[in-house]
């Protein structure tokens, strides 16, 4: 892989929507467990789901801690070691249900996209309602 690569946001072509997500994990969830990871080797620093050839895949991206100092702020440390960087590796977690793994790991989660014509305009709620009545199918 050489160099790498600078892990970045999320970006595909012709992008319709774009947003922002948030997620607030369980104290209680081992997200390097649940992803197949040591989680004594491996602190996950970011983690992504995308659409793979044969459904939905899960990436996390972890550092290996044994880069992490015995310290506060420790990631501001780990950049000022490697050039402003964190140095980390991306694995592609085979076997799992992407959804099902957050779904493990979520106390509150909240993603918001807009359509890409609003994208800087805001956007005022006028109403509520209930969606309707028949389910998806």
Known sequence: ?????IWRAADVASADWSGTAQL???RSADFAQLAGL????WLIVGF???DGDHGHELRVVAVDRDLIPEAADVFPKIAAEHGGQIPATEFLVHDVEPYEVLQAITRRFELRLRARGTKDLPI???GQSEGPEQPFV
Not at 38 to 41: I, T
């Open 48 to 50: 992504d789901i995308r």
């Open 38 to 41: 040591d989680s004594e080797k």
């Open 1 to 5: 892989m050489g160099d790498g690569f």
């Open 24 to 26: 607030d994990q369980r």
């Open 124 to 126: 005022r709620i006028i």
